[in-house]
């Protein structure tokens, strides 16, 4: 599934990501799938049936990740014109701010259909967590969305999956929808280990439950497409949702919605969202500029 190449090799999803479904499903479980030309559904012959999945009731939606950019007087040109947008002209749209700025995002932003919401979460409630913030906290803001288990976190403050499916749990109590990010490494990509890694990083997430899972947003971010210039094609993107999406409708829970990430732009937001089990953005350095992240949510 090498990069090189430019699209993945005839790889399906991986037997956890893609357990055994009753007789009559189109899809039958891992046994019936294989790896690499093995006999079996190539994903060339799969990805038809991966189209059924989508359903009409899955709104697009288009987050913001300002990661650690912003003073108050970017902030507030970037939110004027954001709020000053015809919410006609584009979809479900939001913006997760650094944690100084919730306040003035919620004044931005209140009695629009912007939604706001944080970057992080702490699991705890409260306590002796210097430098955490709760999900009761930026419940108090207004907080509709926290990022959880976003790469760079996992990557520069070494959160493990049970830490990230500790925070999504968090938040889910304070009435918060947490926004679980998973991907891999170019290392792990080109090693044939995507969707390992992607299972490995979602079991502490799904086994939260259905009615859990069903509050949540997931995102799918190849850590070596952020903030690289580099995008996933839309075929590997679709090839790890599909797996994603197959995760969901076995748990229970088909109807979440999965953001793709990764050096989004207006540029290729179109041919992304075109996928079936694509659902919308989570957007990094595109969002500190109005009209570009606009764009992209009007695709």
Known sequence: M?????????VVPCPALMSPRPPGCAVHGARGLARSGRAGLTLT???????????????????????????????????DALRA????????????????????????????????????????????????????????????WALAGHSERRTLHGESDQLVADKARAALEQGLVPVVCVGESLEQRESGQTL??????????????REAVAGMVLAYEPVWAIGTGRTATPEQAQEVHAAIRAALTTLGAPQVQVLYGGSVK?????????????DGALVGGASLVAEEFLRIAAN
Not at 2 to 10: D, F, H
Not at 45 to 67: D, E, F, S
Request: glycine share 10%; with cysteine; proline share 5%.
């Open 2 to 10: 090498g990069l090189a190449r430019g699209l993945p090799g005839p």
């Open 45 to 79: 012959l799969y990805r038809p049936l991966l189209r059924m999945t989508q359903t009409a009731n899955r709104a697009r939606l288009v987050l913001g990740n300002w990661k650690m950019h912003g003073s108050l007087a970017e902030n507030a040109a970037l939110l």
């Open 85 to 144: 947008a015809d919410a006609a002209s584009h979809c479900q749209i939001g913006v997760c701010v650094p944690f100084p700025y919730l306040a003035q995002a919620a004044q931005a932003l209140a009695g629009s259909a912007i939604t706001w919401g944080a970057q992080d979460v702490s699991a705890q409630a409260k306590g002796a967590f210097t430098g955490e913030v709760s999900a009761g906290m930026l419940k108090e803001f207004g907080c509709r």
């Open 196 to 209: 390992a890694v992607i299972e490995r990083q979602l079991a502490p997430v799904l086994a939260l439950g």
């Open 266 to 278: 207006a540029a290729n937001a179109a041919t992304l969202f075109a996928m079936a089990d694509i």
